[in-house]
């Protein structure tokens, strides 16, 4: 109880006192007032009742973090460690807005029936669901980042109903050098005749271009001069 010593003049000046609730609290509430002597004899009380009206507050996204990725390379997991959260616990519907400053984002192939979400909107990703149900999602891997082709700095921001932005910074590598498959093998070719070589590669940007070329040893080469 908080006891408060006021002089009998700044009651007659009409003297006010400033009710402020917990934080998250709502519901009733009551402030009693005593008037006592010098004496500190009760002489008067009375009890004033507070209701305090509930308050939606806004969902909440807590995300930070790094990455790291190959430019061109595969996509990676991202927010895997956000919480969506809603301090009243409510099970309303709220949105998640993602995007990446120079990369994209995309839902992972496996999660398109997860956790309940729909998606809204592809540029930028925004996501629809409850709080848990995004959080669910977020931990199953859900956010996919697809690395740009060219290496350096990037961010990814995510939002929850235009509240504060939460940001994973990722740090996209250069490519590393494609490798052709099947490179020492030996091919039985007919003299006169042809056969297609089939090549394959890992590694380095998808969407790199290879020059093959057909080179003889000398002693094949004089073989076939003669």
């Known amino acids: 109880m908080l006891r408060l010593l006021v002089a009998a003049a700044a009651l007659q000046a009409q003297a006010k006192l400033v009710y402020e609730p917990d934080a998250d609290f709502f519901g009733a509430d009551e402030?009693?007032?005593?008037?006592?002597?010098d004496a500190d004899v009760e002489n008067a009380s009375t009890v004033l009742s507070v209701v305090v009206a509930p308050v939606d507050d806004a969902a909440t996204?807590?995300?930070?973090?790094?990455?790291?990725?190959?430019?061109?390379?595969?996509?990676?997991?991202v927010l895997e460690d956000a919480n969506v959260t809603d301090a009243d616990g409510s099970d309303a519907l709220v949105s998640l807005v993602i995007k990446a400053g120079r990369g994209g984002v995309a839902?992972?192939?496996?999660?398109?029936?997860?956790?309940?979400?729909?998606?809204?909107?592809?540029?930028?990703?925004?996501?629809?669901?409850?709080?848990?149900r995004l959080t669910a999602l977020l931990r199953r891997c859900g956010i996919h980042y697809l690395p740009p082709t060219t290496p350096g700095p990037d961010v990814v921001t995510a939002a929850v109903d235009g509240g504060p932005l939460s940001t994973v910074e990722v740090a996209v590598a250069p490519a590393a050098a494609p490798t052709l498959l099947g490179c020492g093998s030996s091919l039985d070719v007919a003299e006169?005749?042809?056969?297609?070589?089939?090549?394959?590669?890992?590694?380095?940007?998808?969407?790199?271009?290879?020059?093959?070329?057909?080179y003889l040893s000398r002693a094949r080469t004089a073989r076939a001069s003669r």
């Open 107 to 132: 839902l992972a192939p496996t999660a398109a029936d997860l956790a309940g979400a729909h998606v809204v909107g592809e540029a930028p990703l925004t996501l629809e669901a409850t709080p848990a």
């Open 192 to 214: 006169g005749a042809s056969r297609a070589v089939p090549l394959a590669t890992a590694g380095g940007v998808s969407r790199s271009r290879f020059l093959a070329g057909t």
């Open 31 to 37: 402030i009693t007032v005593a008037v006592l002597t």
């Open 61 to 77: 996204l807590d995300a930070s973090g790094a990455a790291s990725a190959e430019a061109g390379g595969p996509p990676i997991c």
